[in-house]
């Protein structure tokens, strides 16, 4: 994955490549061609037009650009079975302390535990910074979770599906 920057006066452009997706971006309409055109002519490639999708990131422009990542909340919640669950209104019990398992206790589907957290993280940090706390504070117990861990983790996705839509919202 990389970023470019090409900075001409008070003309900007912005390439943003990650395997053989790109997405190009500039202030000066007249610079973006001359950049698409630059790379058509070395590489074989297609103008797909205004992005609505790179790397599961939802683009969409309503009064400016929302990202948002609905397509993957969805899947997070029906792999969990929880895509028709009661919402609440916040991803994390006030002042919830969670226990470390140790000892003999058995740790509760650690590997389960581990790709649901790991799903969340990407799901936060894309587009969804309301739940980064949660799903860091999570992310602690993924070596040994137990059955409070899951408990948290499960009112967390009751928080993601009151609130699917949401995303980061940047004004024109």
């Not at 790109?22 to 070395?42: D, G």
């Not at 040994?144 to 980061?168: E, F, N, Q």
């Given at each position: 994955?990389n970023?470019?920057?090409?900075?001409?006066?008070?003309?900007?452009?912005?390439?943003?490549?990650?395997?053989?997706?790109?997405?190009?971006?500039?202030?000066?309409?007249?610079?973006?061609?001359?950049?698409?055109?630059?790379?058509?002519?070395?590489?074989?490639?297609?103008?797909?037009?205004?992005?609505?999708?790179?790397?599961?990131?939802?683009?969409?422009?309503?009064?400016?650009?929302?990202?948002?990542?609905?397509?993957?909340?969805?899947?997070?919640?029906?792999?969990?079975?929880m895509?028709?669950?009661?919402?609440?209104?916040?991803?994390?019990e006030?002042?919830?302390?969670?226990?470390?398992?140790?000892?003999?206790?058995?740790?509760?589907?650690?590997?389960?535990?581990?790709?649901?957290?790991?799903r969340?993280?990407?799901?936060?940090?894309?587009?969804?910074?309301?739940?980064?706390?949660?799903?860091?504070?999570?992310?602690?117990?993924?070596?040994?979770?137990?059955?409070?861990?899951?408990?948290?983790?499960?009112?967390?996705?009751?928080?993601?599906?009151?609130?699917?839509?949401?995303?980061?919202?940047?004004?024109?």
């Amino acid at each position: 994955q990389n970023l470019y920057i090409l900075n001409r006066g008070t003309q900007l452009v912005v390439l943003v490549l990650y395997v053989d997706d790109m997405l190009v971006t500039s202030t000066s309409s007249e610079v973006m061609s001359e950049v698409k055109t630059a790379f058509k002519s070395r590489y074989k490639m297609k103008d797909m037009g205004l992005a609505r999708v790179m790397l599961g990131l939802e683009i969409e422009r309503k009064d400016g650009i929302l990202v948002r990542q609905r397509t993957l909340a969805q899947s997070i919640l029906q792999e969990h079975g929880m895509l028709d669950c009661n919402p609440v209104r916040s991803p994390m019990e006030a002042n919830l302390h969670l226990p470390s398992i140790q000892g003999d206790h058995e740790p509760e589907r650690p590997g389960e535990y581990r790709r649901a957290v790991g799903r969340l993280l990407y799901l936060a940090s894309g587009s969804r910074p309301d739940l980064m706390f949660s799903v860091s504070y999570l992310a602690r117990f993924c070596e040994r979770p137990g059955s409070a861990h899951w408990a948290a983790v499960k009112r967390l996705l009751r928080y993601i599906c009151g609130s699917m839509d949401w995303g980061v919202h940047f004004d024109e």
